[in-house]
């Protein structure tokens, strides 16, 4: 006997994420009492991680195109064209509320869903990436959450079979109640077998496709579309249970499928799945959707039409299947052991019409559901501007060394490879530059091409000042590609903010997206995907703005790559770019003088651009031996980093341009700028072309010794130095912090 449905009331509705006006709204656009797997189908797609109904107004500002696009947001993932028949696939996406509640499931079900977005298109994935941004280390539930969700990670990733290469893992209070977990995947393609999920012609069979439908993740997308309050963990039914191993069948069984030439149309069933699927795919080919839950593979009885729609279990997808080729692509999946069921059809309608047991349990129209979602355009304040510090007012109160070795052995600073260890970086082979360069890279085939690609992101610059900080993050994940020698090709990213609803934190989100899409058109480095995650905050607190920057560039020769640090004594270290000594909103001036204060430094996008090519130059034409962007703790930290691969050190005869206190230049954090080595004879070459092109350069000193030594200073030891880069995020995980 079938369970009657609840009654809706307002309390029922409010649970479902949805405002009096939103629900007055949706009874007015169906014309009569919704029932309850309407309902439920409503709150999948007019929730804030569906709709975007609070950023969609300010996304349409953004670039988009560019002559390398082959599709931009709105398809599963962003593609652009690498040449040679080639297509690079690829997208970020959050999953930081699950990866809160239940860290292995959490981050483990974030990689799996970025991993079917690429190969829903026809990507073979080669690689992925992380960000991931954890409370403060003393916090009791930091070291739970930090081992969760780096074992969901690992555990998926290297299961599954792909090289996880990349990312960024930083510390902050403002995220102890609310973690986040971007995951960025990377695949390439043929560019003449790119798959959408544009559905198209009438009476054509809708099959789902791979694991069996669950309880799992029901009402998942709502959750994160909700602020955490004092129950968060009481959400733990909502989050997804992921299996790798599956996914990797799938996989294989949707590429091999893609070859039949079976595929209209396919979608992964992600956020709010078979509901958004099935309305997505419908809705941009002007097409209704009929579907016959009797017909859904399930793993338990007595599922209800509102569960099957709105569970988010993991490795499934939906595809639109060409009718005389139904036998052909299931015996692919047969093949693989994965379910395979024809379970409703295309029709012209423009309805999206649900039965179960004979029973129509929704019939709505389907184009309104995704054009009459709610469009906000959120009362907004700006940040008011920090007053700019001068350099001179901060006296320093550490010794060069004593900072030094505090900056980097502090949690941001500190080595992270406690983190990528658990990762299977080198798996399927082609993995030419892993975690801990400034940019990962991936060989693309048989040839000399790679792709180098990278995530970023300055949080503190971007709560100072959203417009320079959104510009950073650009600008930061250009120089990491283009100190590979990798031309920028295009940007997804991952807006991660407060609550849209708070005028100081919508303001935030306003400004950060101004600043990406000025550095975007500036640099030529469209967005082609990306994701919004809002309400992320707990008990009334937000997190620091965080719009990660994922960026992708390609590499003509991947037996140029730079050096990442010293390795042999005697090279010419030369600065390229301005230094002012800029310590607003600095590492130094957080970590060592405890003040978070100031403007955060500004970017000159026309200067990222000019230096960007010029070192991109030396770097293809073989000149650079080895190169490394500044960035946290400046120059210091940059000459440290640069001596930790082989111990070699260096000796300085200037650390800054004349009138910049010491302590300034080395650990200011001036923008577009890197570190470049050269043998001795290739230095005055580099000075005549820095000058013809107009490119700021300073010849610091050589490299050699096993110290780093500034002028008028002690040397500084480079192995102590790396033992205390080495040992902070160990001894954390042991508890001996």
Known sequence: MTRPDPVITP?????????????????????????WTELGIVSAMWNEHCSYKSSRLHLRGLPTKGAHVMHGPGENAGVIDIGDGLACIFKMESHNHPSFIEPYQGAATGVGGILRDVFTMGARPVACLNALRFGAPDHPKTRHLVAGVVAGIGGYGNSFGVPTIGGQVGFDPSYDGNILVNAMAVGIARTDAIFTSVATGVGNPIVYLGSKTGRDGIGGAAMASAAFEDDALAKRPTVQVGDPFAEKLLLEATLELMGTGAVIAIQDMGAAGLTSSAVEMGAK???????????VPCRETGMTAYEMMLSESQERMLMVLHPEKRDAAEAVFRKWELDFAVIGKTTDTLRFVIIHGGEVKADLPIKELGDEAPLYDRP??????????????????????????????????CSKRWVWEQYDHLIGGNTVSGPGADAAVVRIGDGPKGLAMTCDVTPRYCAADPVEGGKQAVAEAWRNLSAMGAVPQALTDNLNFGNPEKPEAMGELVGCVRGIGEAALALDFPIVSGNVSLYNETSGRGILPTPTIGGVGLVADVSKLPRSGFDRAGDVIFLIGETTGWLGQSVYLRDICGRRE????????????????????????????????????GLAVALAEMSFGHGV???????GPDGVPAHAALFGEDQSRYLVTVAPDAAEALATAARAA??????????????????????????DLQAA??????ELMRGEL
């Open 598 to 633: 100031g403007a955060p430094p500004p970017v000159d996008l026309a200067a990222e651009r000019r230096h960007g090519d010029f070192v991109r130059g030396l770097i293809t034409t073989g000149r650079a031996r080895a190169v490394h962007d500044l960035s946290d703790g």
């Open 649 to 655: 050190g260096a000796t300085l005869d200037l650390m």
């Open 380 to 413: 907004h304040v700006a940040t008011p501007k920090r007053p700019v510090i001068e350099a001179g007012a901060i006296a320093p109160p550490v010794t060069t060394a004593e900072a030094l070795a505090r900056l980097v052995g502090s949690a941001d600073g």
């Open 11 to 35: 309390a029922v509705v409010a649970a479902h994420g949805l405002k009096p006006d939103e629900w007055a709204r949706f009874v007015a656009l169906v014309g009569r009492q919704p029932t």
């Open 725 to 730: 880069h080495a040992g902070f995020l160990p």
């Open 285 to 295: 080919g002007n097409l209704g959707i009929e579907l016959d839950l009797d017909m």
């Open 694 to 719: 107009g490119v700021p350069l300073l010849r610091l000193g050589l490299t050699g010794g096993d110290a780093l030594t500034f002028p008028g200073e002690p040397p500084i030891v480079v192995s």
